[in-house]
C-alpha cells in the first residue's frame, strides 16, 4: 500500500489541558516532582511521561517531533533550533575522531562548511562525491566510514539522490544513511526507501512562513534516545534545543503542508515548463529533461509532486543580480534566501548561500554565476506571474 505522510499526520489526535483543539504550550524551563525518587529516574531517562528540564525534552517539542515523525513513517523524532542544529548533532553522535563520512558535493552550504572547515578539527574527515555516481559514492569508502550523507533533492542544483541504491550500498558497507529531505517534504519519504535518519531545516517548507528557524531530526527509537542521552548525546549536550513556543507554532503550520507543497509544485511546474519553452536553461525534476526526472518520479509520493524549487541560468551574476532586483520591483518576489515562503524568493546561489564553496569547486559541480535559485511562492494567479517574469527578462534582454 502507498505511503500516505499526510494522512499519518492528519490521524494524530491531541488536545489541549482543557480540552483545547490544539495542545497546550509548556512555557515552563523546569518541572516539579512529588517525589525525589520519581525525580532521579527521570534524569534518568527511566520515567516516560515526566518531565524535568525543557532542554531534555518538553511536550511540545514531543508533539511536534510524534507528528514529523508520523510524516516520515519513523519510530520518533527530536525537534531542535535550527535545521543545522539537527544535521551537526546527528553527524557528531554517529561519527568520532579517526572515522569517515562521504557525502554529496551538492549540499547546502552551511553542511558543506561544517565538513570541509569544522570536523576536520576533531579528525573527522569528509570524501564530497557526486552521488548521482554510485561507483564514485561506493569507490570513496573507506573502512573508517560510517555516514553516508546526501539531500534527496540537492540544494541548490536540485540533483536527485537515489535513495534506495544508496541504501543498499550503506547496507553493505555498515554505514548510516542520513538524507536531509528539506526540499521535498511529503514528496519523497526518504526512509520508506531505506534511509536510517531523516533530517529537515522546518525553517524552509514545512513551517513555510519565513518567521522561525527549526530543525528535525527522524529516526528509530535507539538513534532519538542516544541524541538525548544526558552523558553523551549531541542534542543534549551541544544544546541546540527548540522552544516550546515555537514548536507550537510550527505544529499548527504543518497543519497545511500538504495543500502548501501541492500548490507550490503545481506553480513550479507551470513556470519551469514556460521558461524551458522560452529557451532558457531550466532545471525542474518534473521536467522530462532533468537528468533524474524518472528517478523522482519513481520515489515520490504522487499527490506532491516534484517540488517549489527550480533554477534557471541566465548567463552571467550581473544579468541574475539586475533580473532579481527589477523582479522584486515588480513584487514578483524578494530577494532573499531560504525557500518555503508564500511568496517566490530567489537569490544567486554562487554568490549567497553557496558562496563557502570555493569558486573552482562550484564550477566542477556546474554552480555557474548565473543560476538563480528560486523557491516558488503560493501564488493564486501563475500565468500572470509567469506574463510578468517574461516581461522582466525581455526588457533585459534574457529572452
Ligand atoms: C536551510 C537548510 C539547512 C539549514 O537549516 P537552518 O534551519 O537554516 O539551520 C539545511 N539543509 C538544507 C537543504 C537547507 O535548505
Do not use: W
Not at 562521504?102 to 562548511?113: C, E, K, L, M, N
Not at 537515489?162 to 543498499?168: F, P, V
Not at 544513511?177 to 533530517?199: E, H, K
Not at 564550477?363 to 511562492?377: A, Q, T, Y
Request: net charge negative; hydrophobic share 40%.
Amino acid at each position: 500500500m502507498a505511503f500516505k505522510p499526510a494522512n499519518n499526520i492528519q490521524d494524530l489526535q491531541y488536545f489541549g489541558e482543557f480540552g483545547g483543539v490544539n495542545p497546550s504550550i509548556s512555557d515552563s524551563s523546569t518541572y516539579t516532582f512529588l517525589s525525589a525518587k520519581t525525580m532521579f529516574d527521570t534524569f534518568e531517562g527511566n520515567a516516560d511521561g515526566c518531565y524535568l528540564y525543557s532542554r531534555h525534552s518538553t511536550p511540545s517539542n514531543l508533539y511536534l517531533g510524534q507528528a514529523l515523525a508520523a510524516m516520515e513513517g519513523t519510530e520518533t523524532a527530536n525537534v531542535t533550533a535550527s535545521g543545522m542544529g539537527a544535521i551537526t548533532a546527528v553527524l557528531m553522535q554517529l561519527c568520532g575522531a579517526g572515522e569517515h563520512i562521504v557525502s554529496s558535493r551538492t549540499i547546502y552550504g552551511g553542511t558543506y562548511a561544517f565538513l570541509k572547515n569544522f570536523t576536520p578539527r576533531f579528525n573527522i574527515k569528509t570524501s564530497f562525491v557526486d552521488i548521482t555516481n554510485l561507483e564514485s559514492v561506493e569507490s570513496a569508502i573507506t573502512p573508517k566510514t560510517k555516514v553516508l550523507y546526501c539531500e534527496s533533492v540537492s540544494n541548490p542544483l536540485l540533483e536527485v539522490a537515489d535513495i534506495a541504491a544508496l541504501s543498499k550500498l550503506a547496507k553493505k558497507h555498515n554505514l548510516k544513511l542520513v538524507v536531509d529531505n528539506t526540499f521535498s517534504p511529503l514528496s519523497i519519504s526518504p526512509t520508506q526507501l531505506g534511509a536510517d535518519i531523516v533530517i529537515h531545516s522546518l525553517t524552509k517548507f514545512i513551517n513555510g512562513s519565513s518567521d522561525t528557524v527549526g530543525g528535525v531530526v527522524c529516526g528509530t527509537q535507539e538513534f532519538i534516545d542516544n541524541l538525548r542521552n544526558v552523558n553523551d548525546g549531541a542534542c543534549m549536550l551541544l544544546g541546540s534545543t527548540m522552544d516550546s513556543l515555537r514548536a507550537a507554532s510550527i505544529l499548527k503550520n504543518l497543519r497545511t503542508l500538504h495543500i502548501r507543497m501541492q500548490q507550490h509544485s503545481l506553480n513550479a511546474t507551470y513556470l519551469a515548463e514556460r521558461f524551458e519553452k522560452d529557451g532558457l536553461k531550466t532545471v525542474y525534476p518534473g521536467l522530462r529533461s532533468h537528468p533524474s526526472h524518472e528517478l523522482f518520479k519513481s520515489m515520490m509520493n504522487d499527490k506532491y509532486g516534484y517540488g517549489g524549487m527550480l533554477t534557471v541560468d541566465v548567463g552571467s551574476l550581473d544579468k541574475a543580480n539586475a533580473l532579481m532586483e527589477l523582479m522584486q520591483k515588480q513584487n514578483l518576489g524578494y530577494l532573499a534566501v531560504s525557500l518555503g515562503f508564500y511568496k517566490t524568493l530567489f537569490s544567486a546561489p554562487g554568490s549567497s548561500t553557496s558562496s563557502e564553496i570555493p569558486e573552482d569547486e562550484q564550477r566542477e559541480m556546474g554552480l555557474s554565476d548565473g543560476l538563480i535559485r528560486f523557491s516558488i511562492g503560493l501564488d493564486a494567479d501563475i500565468e500572470r506571474t509567469y506574463e510578468m517574469m517574461r516581461t522582466c527578462m525581455q526588457d533585459l534582454n534574457i529572452l
